[in-house]
T-cell receptor, first 109, second 113 residues
């Protein structure tokens, strides 16, 4: 059965810390892996990854995919309180987009 | 540009009542989706419509029906609501069936008592 597993489920850090969020997957016909940030309402898009080893970067956030080991990581450096959110990983196959349960990140001042 | 708009935002239903969640997108997207989100379980796909005129079951379709009314609109119907359907529902859309990011509506909070 296809599945997407994120770890840790929750994480509490202090401003300035660096965090790494993990996403492992098992899907039959992988097309892409996506990261989303969800605050109070709708998830908002962060990255789409399709190729192994190519880092995507946006400000303090970066992500990379390993298609051999079937996982991706999302790094956030110099965390700020505004980074507090649930981070969702989704994997697209031929049929749909399957989401992990999410990692709840809390950044304390 | 409103993006993906879903209504209502909040609804309380009694067990056995029916209701329809409405969703419309103004981005000329081909594919539309309905997800539900429950604590600790991420987003689970209920139904999707890869293009106008087609609909398919997702991971958790039981108890729901959908209608792709036209390219813009994709509705989700609960024929006989059950407490297990208490959840947050998200409508989403994207340009094509794959290879593009998905855009979400603001969510509909549904409570079935």
């Amino acid at each position: 059965e296809d599945k997407v597993v994120q770890s840790p489920l929750s994480l509490v850090v202090h401003e300035g810390d660096t965090v790494t969020l993990n996403c492992s997957y098992e899907v039959t016909n992988f097309r892409s892996l996506l990261w989303y940030k969800q605050e109070k309402k709708a998830p908002t898009f962060l990255f789409m990854l399709t190729s192994s080893g190519i880092e995507k970067k946006s400000g303090r956030l970066s992500s990379i995919l390993d298609k051999k080991e079937l996982f991706s990581i999302l790094n956030i450096t110099a965390t700020q309180t505004g980074d507090s959110a649930v981070y969702l990983c989704a994997v697209e196959d031929n049929n749909d987009m399957r989401f992990g349960a999410g990692t709840r990140l809390t950044v304390k001042p | 540009n409103a993006g993906v708009t879903q209504t209502p935002k909040f609804q309380v239903l009694k067990t056995g009542q029916s209701m329809t969640l409405q969703c419309a997108q103004d981005m000329n997207h081909n594919s539309m989706y309905w997800y539900r989100q429950d604590p600790g379980m991420g987003l689970r796909l209920i139904y999707y419509s890869a293009s106008e005129g087609t609909t398919d079951k997702g991971e958790v379709p039981n108890g729901y029906n959908v209608s792709r009314l036209n390219k813009r609109e994709f509705s989700l119907r609960l024929e006989s609501a059950a407490p297990s359907q208490t959840s947050v529902y998200f409508c989403a859309s994207r340009v094509a069936y794959s290879g593009n990011t998905i855009y979400f509506g603001e969510g509909s909070w549904l409570t079935v008592v």
